[in-house]
Protein backbone atom coordinates (compact mmCIF):
# COMPACT_ATOMS: atom_id res chain seq x y z
CA UNK A 1 0.00 0.00 0.00
CA UNK A 2 3.13 2.27 0.40
CA UNK A 3 1.77 3.94 3.37
CA UNK A 4 4.24 5.35 6.09
CA UNK A 5 3.41 5.78 9.43
CA UNK A 6 1.11 4.38 11.79
CA UNK A 7 -2.24 6.19 13.71
CA UNK A 8 -1.36 5.66 17.61
CA UNK A 9 -3.73 5.74 20.32
CA UNK A 10 -3.64 10.09 21.48
CA UNK A 11 -2.80 9.46 24.46
CA UNK A 12 1.09 8.44 23.58
CA UNK A 13 1.20 12.23 22.31
CA UNK A 14 2.82 14.44 24.50
CA UNK A 15 0.16 15.65 27.10
CA UNK A 16 -0.45 19.15 25.46
CA UNK A 17 -1.62 17.66 22.22
CA UNK A 18 -3.44 14.56 23.02
CA UNK A 19 -6.63 15.62 21.56
CA UNK A 20 -10.06 16.13 23.57
CA UNK A 21 -8.37 17.78 26.69
CA UNK A 22 -9.90 21.20 26.69
CA UNK A 23 -13.13 19.69 24.40
CA UNK A 24 -16.34 21.49 26.31
CA UNK A 25 -18.76 18.63 25.70
CA UNK A 26 -18.21 15.17 23.10
CA UNK A 27 -19.26 15.78 19.09
CA UNK A 28 -22.60 13.98 17.98
CA UNK A 29 -22.84 10.83 16.69
CA UNK A 30 -22.26 10.82 13.17
CA UNK A 31 -20.41 14.04 12.92
CA UNK A 32 -18.37 14.10 9.58
CA UNK A 33 -14.48 14.14 10.52
CA UNK A 34 -12.70 14.48 7.33
CA UNK A 35 -10.38 16.40 5.06
CA UNK A 36 -10.17 17.71 2.02
CA UNK A 37 -8.35 18.45 -1.98
CA UNK A 38 -9.75 19.80 -4.85
CA UNK A 39 -8.88 18.51 -8.47
CA UNK A 40 -6.66 20.53 -10.07
CA UNK A 41 -4.67 20.57 -7.13
CA UNK A 42 -4.02 16.94 -6.16
CA UNK A 43 -4.90 15.19 -9.46
CA UNK A 44 -2.68 16.02 -12.27
CA UNK A 45 -3.41 13.70 -15.42
CA UNK A 46 -4.61 17.30 -17.14
CA UNK A 47 -4.25 15.57 -20.69
CA UNK A 48 -5.50 12.43 -19.82
CA UNK A 49 -8.71 10.19 -20.74
CA UNK A 50 -9.72 13.17 -22.80
CA UNK A 51 -10.03 15.50 -19.69
CA UNK A 52 -9.49 19.07 -21.91
CA UNK A 53 -7.71 22.22 -20.36
CA UNK A 54 -9.43 24.55 -17.54
CA UNK A 55 -8.69 28.38 -17.41
CA UNK A 56 -5.99 27.24 -14.79
CA UNK A 57 -4.08 24.94 -17.55
CA UNK A 58 -3.55 28.46 -19.28
CA UNK A 59 -3.30 30.76 -16.31
CA UNK A 60 -0.15 28.23 -14.72
CA UNK A 61 1.77 28.86 -18.20
CA UNK A 62 1.63 32.92 -17.84
CA UNK A 63 5.04 33.98 -16.99
CA UNK A 64 5.42 34.82 -13.32
CA UNK A 65 1.80 33.45 -12.24
CA UNK A 66 2.87 30.96 -10.61
CA UNK A 67 6.29 30.16 -7.82
CA UNK A 68 8.87 28.96 -9.62
CA UNK A 69 6.52 28.58 -12.76
CA UNK A 70 4.94 25.64 -11.01
CA UNK A 71 2.06 24.08 -12.69
CA UNK A 72 -0.93 21.17 -11.52
CA UNK A 73 0.14 19.13 -14.51
CA UNK A 74 1.11 16.16 -11.95
CA UNK A 75 0.10 17.80 -8.57
CA UNK A 76 -0.27 14.83 -6.70
CA UNK A 77 -0.97 12.19 -9.08
CA UNK A 78 -4.00 11.55 -7.38
CA UNK A 79 -5.67 10.38 -10.50
CA UNK A 80 -3.56 7.72 -10.55
CA UNK A 81 -2.81 6.83 -6.89
CA UNK A 82 -6.66 7.43 -6.17
CA UNK A 83 -7.04 4.08 -4.62
CA UNK A 84 -4.26 4.38 -2.93
CA UNK A 85 -5.66 7.59 -1.08
CA UNK A 86 -8.36 6.13 -0.35
CA UNK A 87 -6.79 3.46 1.75
CA UNK A 88 -5.01 6.15 3.19
CA UNK A 89 -8.21 8.02 4.24
CA UNK A 90 -9.21 4.94 5.99
CA UNK A 91 -6.15 4.59 7.49
CA UNK A 92 -6.67 8.25 9.04
CA UNK A 93 -9.89 6.38 10.33
CA UNK A 94 -11.93 9.74 8.64
CA UNK A 95 -15.66 9.72 7.94
CA UNK A 96 -15.48 11.88 5.14
CA UNK A 97 -13.71 12.80 2.06
CA UNK A 98 -14.51 16.67 0.27
CA UNK A 99 -12.96 16.52 -3.17
CA UNK A 100 -14.17 18.75 -6.22
CA UNK A 101 -15.01 17.37 -9.81
CA UNK A 102 -13.09 18.75 -12.68
CA UNK A 103 -15.83 20.18 -14.84
CA UNK A 104 -13.31 20.35 -18.14
CA UNK A 105 -12.71 16.47 -17.02
CA UNK A 106 -16.28 15.72 -17.34
CA UNK A 107 -17.66 18.23 -19.96
CA UNK A 108 -14.36 18.71 -22.00
CA UNK A 109 -16.02 21.73 -24.36
CA UNK A 110 -17.88 23.09 -20.82
CA UNK A 111 -21.18 21.76 -22.69
CA UNK A 112 -22.39 18.89 -24.86
CA UNK A 113 -21.36 15.65 -24.59
CA UNK A 114 -20.23 13.54 -21.39
CA UNK A 115 -16.60 12.35 -21.31
CA UNK A 116 -17.44 8.83 -20.00
CA UNK A 117 -13.73 8.49 -19.19
CA UNK A 118 -13.70 11.07 -17.01
CA UNK A 119 -16.65 10.66 -15.47
CA UNK A 120 -15.52 6.95 -14.08
CA UNK A 121 -12.23 8.32 -12.39
CA UNK A 122 -15.34 10.17 -10.15
CA UNK A 123 -17.61 6.77 -9.73
CA UNK A 124 -14.84 4.71 -8.75
CA UNK A 125 -13.93 7.38 -6.55
CA UNK A 126 -17.28 7.80 -5.07
CA UNK A 127 -17.22 3.74 -5.11
CA UNK A 128 -13.84 3.11 -3.30
CA UNK A 129 -14.87 5.79 -0.29
CA UNK A 130 -18.19 4.12 0.05
CA UNK A 131 -16.86 0.90 -0.20
CA UNK A 132 -14.88 2.18 3.14
CA UNK A 133 -17.54 3.49 4.68
CA UNK A 134 -16.39 7.41 4.22
CA UNK A 135 -19.18 9.84 3.24
CA UNK A 136 -18.33 11.65 -0.41
CA UNK A 137 -18.69 15.37 -0.07
CA UNK A 138 -18.55 16.77 -3.97
CA UNK A 139 -17.72 20.43 -4.88
CA UNK A 140 -18.96 20.81 -8.59
CA UNK A 141 -16.93 24.10 -8.81
CA UNK A 142 -13.32 24.63 -7.29
CA UNK A 143 -11.92 27.12 -10.06
CA UNK A 144 -11.39 25.32 -13.06
CA UNK A 145 -13.23 26.80 -15.42
CA UNK A 146 -13.31 25.06 -19.36
CA UNK A 147 -11.31 26.61 -21.83
CA UNK A 148 -13.95 26.19 -24.09
CA UNK A 149 -16.16 28.28 -21.75
CA UNK A 150 -13.69 30.64 -21.12
CA UNK A 151 -13.84 31.61 -24.94
CA UNK A 152 -17.20 32.54 -24.69
CA UNK A 153 -16.57 34.68 -22.14
CA UNK A 154 -16.74 32.70 -19.02
CA UNK A 155 -18.35 34.32 -15.98
CA UNK A 156 -18.45 37.33 -17.98
CA UNK A 157 -21.60 36.13 -19.34
CA UNK A 158 -25.11 35.00 -18.07
CA UNK A 159 -23.99 31.75 -20.34
CA UNK A 160 -22.24 30.50 -18.71
CA UNK A 161 -24.65 30.02 -15.36
CA UNK A 162 -26.84 28.65 -17.56
CA UNK A 163 -24.17 25.66 -18.82
CA UNK A 164 -22.90 25.37 -14.66
CA UNK A 165 -26.33 24.19 -14.05
CA UNK A 166 -26.44 22.06 -16.97
CA UNK A 167 -23.13 20.42 -16.10
CA UNK A 168 -24.67 20.32 -12.13
CA UNK A 169 -27.76 18.50 -13.08
CA UNK A 170 -25.63 15.65 -15.31
CA UNK A 171 -23.43 14.80 -12.85
CA UNK A 172 -26.21 15.09 -9.69
CA UNK A 173 -28.03 12.21 -12.19
CA UNK A 174 -24.70 10.24 -12.51
CA UNK A 175 -23.54 10.56 -8.94
CA UNK A 176 -26.70 11.53 -7.32
CA UNK A 177 -27.67 7.82 -6.10
CA UNK A 178 -24.60 7.84 -3.93
CA UNK A 179 -23.65 10.75 -3.15
CA UNK A 180 -25.54 13.20 -0.21
CA UNK A 181 -23.39 16.25 0.45
CA UNK A 182 -23.22 18.79 -2.56
CA UNK A 183 -21.62 21.62 -2.46
CA UNK A 184 -21.80 23.95 -5.72
CA UNK A 185 -18.82 26.49 -5.97
CA UNK A 186 -16.05 26.26 -3.64
CA UNK A 187 -14.88 30.29 -2.31
CA UNK A 188 -16.66 32.39 -5.04
CA UNK A 189 -15.35 35.14 -3.18
CA UNK A 190 -11.68 34.29 -4.63
CA UNK A 191 -13.03 32.83 -7.99
CA UNK A 192 -14.40 36.94 -8.60
CA UNK A 193 -11.77 39.41 -6.60
CA UNK A 194 -9.01 37.13 -7.15
CA UNK A 195 -9.52 35.80 -10.55
CA UNK A 196 -11.15 38.81 -11.75
CA UNK A 197 -9.57 42.23 -9.68
CA UNK A 198 -6.06 41.06 -8.49
CA UNK A 199 -5.31 39.02 -11.01
CA UNK A 200 -3.86 36.24 -9.32
CA UNK A 201 -5.88 32.94 -10.03
CA UNK A 202 -7.11 32.53 -13.28
CA UNK A 203 -8.72 34.06 -15.44
CA UNK A 204 -6.02 36.60 -14.34
CA UNK A 205 -7.86 40.37 -15.05
CA UNK A 206 -7.15 43.59 -13.15
CA UNK A 207 -10.89 45.08 -13.06
CA UNK A 208 -13.02 45.53 -10.11
CA UNK A 209 -16.26 45.71 -11.97
CA UNK A 210 -15.19 42.43 -14.04
CA UNK A 211 -15.03 41.08 -10.76
CA UNK A 212 -18.54 42.11 -9.15
CA UNK A 213 -19.85 41.24 -12.96
CA UNK A 214 -18.05 37.44 -12.68
CA UNK A 215 -19.52 37.55 -9.19
CA UNK A 216 -23.02 37.94 -9.88
CA UNK A 217 -23.18 35.66 -12.81
CA UNK A 218 -21.18 32.68 -10.23
CA UNK A 219 -23.88 33.37 -7.57
CA UNK A 220 -26.34 33.21 -10.71
CA UNK A 221 -24.89 29.91 -11.48
CA UNK A 222 -25.19 28.87 -8.20
CA UNK A 223 -28.99 29.52 -7.77
CA UNK A 224 -29.95 27.54 -11.03
CA UNK A 225 -27.71 24.65 -9.92
CA UNK A 226 -29.23 24.09 -6.50
CA UNK A 227 -32.91 23.91 -8.39
CA UNK A 228 -32.05 21.35 -10.78
CA UNK A 229 -30.10 19.36 -8.41
CA UNK A 230 -33.10 19.44 -6.01
CA UNK A 231 -35.11 18.13 -8.94
CA UNK A 232 -32.97 15.28 -10.12
CA UNK A 233 -31.22 14.46 -6.51
CA UNK A 234 -33.34 12.21 -3.71
CA UNK A 235 -35.11 13.99 -0.59
CA UNK A 236 -32.02 13.62 1.88
CA UNK A 237 -29.55 15.29 -0.46
CA UNK A 238 -27.96 18.07 1.41
CA UNK A 239 -27.35 20.92 -1.49
CA UNK A 240 -24.66 23.72 -0.21
CA UNK A 241 -22.08 26.43 -0.73
CA UNK A 242 -18.81 26.81 0.30
CA UNK A 243 -17.64 30.20 1.11
CA UNK A 244 -14.68 31.82 3.31
CA UNK A 245 -15.05 33.38 5.92
CA UNK A 246 -12.66 36.32 8.07
CA UNK A 247 -14.18 37.91 10.65
CA UNK A 248 -13.49 40.94 11.33
CA UNK A 249 -11.75 42.86 14.15
CA UNK A 250 -11.63 46.30 14.90
CA UNK A 251 -7.72 47.24 15.30
CA UNK A 252 -8.63 50.37 17.87
CA UNK A 253 -11.82 52.41 19.48
CA UNK A 254 -12.20 55.24 17.22
CA UNK A 255 -15.78 55.61 15.62
CA UNK A 256 -14.15 55.67 12.10
CA UNK A 257 -12.64 52.20 12.58
CA UNK A 258 -15.79 50.65 13.18
CA UNK A 259 -17.38 51.84 9.84
CA UNK A 260 -14.24 50.54 8.70
CA UNK A 261 -14.96 47.27 9.90
CA UNK A 262 -18.71 47.07 8.75
CA UNK A 263 -17.30 48.13 5.28
CA UNK A 264 -14.23 44.97 5.05
CA UNK A 265 -17.18 42.64 6.25
CA UNK A 266 -19.57 43.85 3.81
CA UNK A 267 -16.64 42.94 1.14
CA UNK A 268 -15.19 39.96 2.57
CA UNK A 269 -18.09 38.58 4.29
CA UNK A 270 -21.45 39.49 3.30
CA UNK A 271 -20.98 40.23 -0.40
CA UNK A 272 -21.91 36.74 -1.03
CA UNK A 273 -23.77 35.90 1.99
CA UNK A 274 -26.44 38.63 1.79
CA UNK A 275 -27.53 37.49 -1.65
CA UNK A 276 -27.54 33.73 -0.48
CA UNK A 277 -29.28 34.55 2.49
CA UNK A 278 -31.14 37.34 2.34
CA UNK A 279 -31.67 37.80 -1.37
CA UNK A 280 -30.01 41.03 -1.56
CA UNK A 281 -26.44 42.44 -2.00
CA UNK A 282 -25.53 44.72 0.88
CA UNK A 283 -26.15 48.15 0.16
CA UNK A 284 -23.01 49.84 0.16
CA UNK A 285 -20.90 46.83 -1.57
CA UNK A 286 -20.82 48.72 -4.89
CA UNK A 287 -19.76 51.90 -2.99
CA UNK A 288 -16.58 49.95 -0.98
CA UNK A 289 -15.34 48.07 -4.00
CA UNK A 290 -16.30 51.26 -6.35
CA UNK A 291 -17.65 49.78 -8.88
CA UNK A 292 -21.59 50.04 -10.54
CA UNK A 293 -24.16 47.47 -9.92
CA UNK A 294 -23.42 44.53 -12.32
CA UNK A 295 -26.17 42.78 -14.68
CA UNK A 296 -29.14 42.20 -12.52
CA UNK A 297 -32.20 40.78 -14.08
CA UNK A 298 -35.49 39.89 -12.46
CA UNK A 299 -36.08 37.12 -10.26
CA UNK A 300 -31.82 36.86 -10.22
CA UNK A 301 -31.56 37.59 -6.73
CA UNK A 302 -34.64 35.37 -5.66
CA UNK A 303 -32.59 32.17 -7.38
CA UNK A 304 -29.50 33.40 -5.66
CA UNK A 305 -31.44 32.89 -2.48
CA UNK A 306 -32.77 29.47 -3.47
CA UNK A 307 -33.20 27.61 0.02
CA UNK A 308 -30.01 25.48 1.04
CA UNK A 309 -29.66 22.77 3.66
CA UNK A 310 -26.36 23.50 4.78
CA UNK A 311 -23.75 26.36 4.50
CA UNK A 312 -19.72 25.24 4.20
CA UNK A 313 -17.70 27.51 5.94
CA UNK A 314 -13.90 27.88 4.93
CA UNK A 315 -12.05 29.08 7.65
CA UNK A 316 -8.30 29.76 8.32
CA UNK A 317 -7.95 33.34 10.14
CA UNK A 318 -9.52 36.82 10.73
CA UNK A 319 -9.04 40.17 9.75
CA UNK A 320 -7.61 43.00 12.36
CA UNK A 321 -8.52 46.67 10.58
CA UNK A 322 -8.41 50.25 11.30
CA UNK A 323 -9.66 53.75 9.32
CA UNK A 324 -7.03 54.81 7.34
CA UNK A 325 -5.05 57.34 9.77
CA UNK A 326 -3.88 59.79 6.92
CA UNK A 327 -5.53 60.33 3.32
CA UNK A 328 -1.91 58.85 1.75
CA UNK A 329 -2.54 55.68 4.14
CA UNK A 330 -6.01 55.93 2.48
CA UNK A 331 -4.74 56.02 -0.49
CA UNK A 332 -1.67 53.22 0.04
CA UNK A 333 -4.60 51.11 1.10
CA UNK A 334 -6.29 48.63 -1.17
CA UNK A 335 -9.90 50.04 -0.44
CA UNK A 336 -9.89 53.70 0.45
CA UNK A 337 -11.88 53.06 3.52
CA UNK A 338 -9.48 50.71 5.96
CA UNK A 339 -6.23 49.21 6.06
CA UNK A 340 -5.64 45.91 7.24
CA UNK A 341 -2.98 45.01 10.22
CA UNK A 342 -0.64 42.52 8.56
CA UNK A 343 1.22 42.04 11.81
CA UNK A 344 0.12 41.76 15.13
CA UNK A 345 2.72 41.68 17.98
CA UNK A 346 2.51 38.92 19.74
CA UNK A 347 0.55 36.67 17.81
CA UNK A 348 1.22 33.45 16.09
CA UNK A 349 1.29 33.10 12.01
CA UNK A 350 1.28 29.99 9.60
CA UNK A 351 3.26 29.67 6.53
CA UNK A 352 0.84 31.55 4.32
CA UNK A 353 1.59 34.70 6.92
CA UNK A 354 -2.32 34.01 8.61
CA UNK A 355 -2.74 34.64 11.41
CA UNK A 356 -3.55 31.75 13.99
CA UNK A 357 -7.19 33.03 15.43
CA UNK A 358 -9.07 29.81 16.45
CA UNK A 359 -11.90 31.88 18.72
CA UNK A 360 -12.72 33.24 14.75
CA UNK A 361 -14.08 29.99 13.84
CA UNK A 362 -16.23 30.55 17.02
CA UNK A 363 -17.55 33.79 16.33
CA UNK A 364 -18.46 32.90 12.54
CA UNK A 365 -19.97 29.73 13.11
CA UNK A 366 -22.38 31.06 15.48
CA UNK A 367 -23.10 34.10 13.79
CA UNK A 368 -24.09 32.17 10.69
CA UNK A 369 -26.44 30.51 12.72
CA UNK A 370 -28.15 33.22 14.49
CA UNK A 371 -27.67 36.36 12.44
CA UNK A 372 -28.22 34.22 9.30
CA UNK A 373 -30.44 31.36 10.09
CA UNK A 374 -28.42 28.93 7.98
CA UNK A 375 -30.02 25.94 9.02
CA UNK A 376 -27.06 23.49 9.42
CA UNK A 377 -22.98 24.49 8.52
CA UNK A 378 -20.12 21.96 7.96
CA UNK A 379 -16.64 23.28 8.28
CA UNK A 380 -15.79 22.80 4.80
CA UNK A 381 -12.13 23.75 5.03
CA UNK A 382 -9.80 24.40 8.02
CA UNK A 383 -5.59 23.85 8.47
CA UNK A 384 -2.44 25.33 7.99
CA UNK A 385 0.51 25.60 6.02
CA UNK A 386 4.03 25.14 7.96
CA UNK A 387 7.54 24.57 6.72
CA UNK A 388 7.49 20.35 7.52
CA UNK A 389 10.92 18.49 6.44
CA UNK A 390 11.13 14.99 6.00
CA UNK A 391 14.30 13.14 6.23
CA UNK A 392 13.69 10.48 4.88
CA UNK A 393 11.96 8.38 7.19
CA UNK A 394 8.53 7.37 8.46
CA UNK A 395 7.43 10.68 10.17
CA UNK A 396 7.41 14.23 9.31
CA UNK A 397 7.31 16.13 12.85
CA UNK A 398 4.61 18.88 12.09
CA UNK A 399 3.28 20.00 16.30
CA UNK A 400 3.04 23.06 15.03
CA UNK A 401 -0.08 21.49 12.94
CA UNK A 402 -1.81 19.30 15.95
CA UNK A 403 -1.54 22.53 17.79
CA UNK A 404 -3.67 24.39 15.15
CA UNK A 405 -6.08 21.73 14.32
CA UNK A 406 -6.69 21.34 18.26
CA UNK A 407 -7.00 24.81 19.18
CA UNK A 408 -10.02 24.85 16.10
CA UNK A 409 -11.75 21.33 17.37
CA UNK A 410 -11.77 22.84 20.64
CA UNK A 411 -13.79 25.47 19.34
CA UNK A 412 -15.69 23.79 17.30
CA UNK A 413 -17.13 22.15 20.73
CA UNK A 414 -17.61 25.44 22.08
CA UNK A 415 -19.65 26.10 18.92
CA UNK A 416 -21.74 22.81 19.81
CA UNK A 417 -22.19 23.95 23.27
CA UNK A 418 -23.97 26.63 21.98
CA UNK A 419 -26.77 24.85 20.54
CA UNK A 420 -25.68 25.47 16.26
CA UNK A 421 -26.46 22.45 14.34
CA UNK A 422 -22.64 22.08 13.25
CA UNK A 423 -22.27 18.62 11.22
CA UNK A 424 -18.83 18.23 10.40
CA UNK A 425 -15.59 19.37 9.91
CA UNK A 426 -13.07 18.91 6.97
CA UNK A 427 -9.43 19.00 7.43
CA UNK A 428 -7.33 21.35 4.62
CA UNK A 429 -5.88 19.14 3.12
CA UNK A 430 -5.41 15.64 2.96
CA UNK A 431 -2.27 15.59 1.04
CA UNK A 432 0.39 18.36 0.49
CA UNK A 433 -0.73 19.71 -3.19
CA UNK A 434 -0.12 22.45 -5.91
CA UNK A 435 -1.30 25.93 -3.50
CA UNK A 436 -2.61 28.05 -6.73
CA UNK A 437 -0.35 31.09 -6.82
CA UNK A 438 2.16 29.49 -4.76
CA UNK A 439 2.95 26.20 -6.44
CA UNK A 440 4.18 23.58 -4.08
CA UNK A 441 6.36 26.01 -1.57
CA UNK A 442 2.88 25.88 0.86
CA UNK A 443 2.61 22.19 2.27
CA UNK A 444 -1.24 22.15 4.15
CA UNK A 445 -1.26 18.08 4.13
CA UNK A 446 -1.97 16.04 6.69
CA UNK A 447 0.13 13.74 4.87
CA UNK A 448 3.23 14.73 3.36
CA UNK A 449 4.05 14.58 -0.22
CA UNK A 450 7.38 13.82 -1.62
CA UNK A 451 6.83 14.97 -5.31
CA UNK A 452 9.92 13.57 -6.53
CA UNK A 453 8.46 9.93 -6.04
CA UNK A 454 5.05 10.62 -4.74
CA UNK A 455 5.88 9.01 -1.92
CA UNK A 456 3.09 9.76 0.60
CA UNK A 457 4.28 10.16 4.81
CA UNK A 458 2.00 10.52 6.97
CA UNK A 459 2.86 13.31 8.88
CA UNK A 460 2.16 13.74 12.84
CA UNK A 461 -0.81 15.62 12.81
CA UNK A 462 -2.47 12.63 10.54
CA UNK A 463 -1.66 10.38 13.35
CA UNK A 464 -3.20 12.88 15.51
CA UNK A 465 -6.21 13.68 13.83
CA UNK A 466 -6.52 9.25 13.39
CA UNK A 467 -6.66 8.97 16.63
CA UNK A 468 -8.51 11.96 17.74
CA UNK A 469 -11.48 10.37 15.71
CA UNK A 470 -10.94 6.96 16.92
CA UNK A 471 -11.35 8.46 20.05
CA UNK A 472 -14.34 10.16 19.61
CA UNK A 473 -16.21 6.91 18.25
CA UNK A 474 -19.08 6.04 20.08
C1 LIG B 1 -8.72 28.00 0.09
C2 LIG B 1 -8.97 27.15 -1.12
C3 LIG B 1 -8.20 25.86 -1.16
C4 LIG B 1 -6.82 26.01 -0.58
C5 LIG B 1 -6.85 26.71 0.75
C6 LIG B 1 -5.51 26.86 1.40
O1 LIG B 1 -8.93 29.34 -0.20
O2 LIG B 1 -10.33 26.84 -1.24
O3 LIG B 1 -8.20 25.38 -2.47
O4 LIG B 1 -5.99 26.63 -1.50
O5 LIG B 1 -7.43 27.96 0.61
Given at each position: ??????PQ???SF?A?L??G????????P??L????T?A?Q??GA???D????S??D??????G????GQTGE?A???Y???????AL?A??????Y?????????L??G?GP???R?LA????????LLAR?I????T?Y??D??V???ER????V?????????Y??M???RL?????W??????P????YL??A?GI??????????????SHHI???H????Q??RAVL??????GI??D??P?????E????QV?VQ?????RN?W??D?IF?AS???S??????V???P???D??A?IA??L??L??NY?S???VR?P???????AA?H?????IE??????????GWE?????L?V?L?R???E??VK?LV????G?AF?DH????????D????H??????E??S??????V??K?????????N???AF????R??????D??T?????K?S?R???S???S??R
Amino acid sequence: MGISGRPQDHRSFPASLAGGSNLVGGFPPGFLWGAATSAYQVEGAVREDGRAPSIWDRFVARPGAIFQGQTGEVAADHYHRMEEDVALMAHLNLRAYRFSIAWPRVLPQGTGPVNERGLAFYERLVDALLARGIEPLVTLYHWDLPVALEERGGWLVRDTAQAFAEYAEMVARRLGDRVRWWLTHNEPWCSSYLGYALGIHAPGMHDKQLAINASHHILLSHGLAVQRLRAVLPREAQIGIALDFYPVYAADERPETQVAVQQADVFRNRWFLDPIFRASYPESLFTVLGVTSPPIQTDDLALIASPLDFLGVNYYSRMLVRAPRSAAAASAAEHASYEVIERIPGAAYTDMGWEIFPEGLEVILTRLHREYGVKALVVTENGAAFEDHWHGGESVHDWQRIHYLQQHIEALSRVLAQQVPLKGYMVWSLLDNFEWAFGYSKRFGLVYVDYSTQRRIIKDSGRWYASFIASQRR
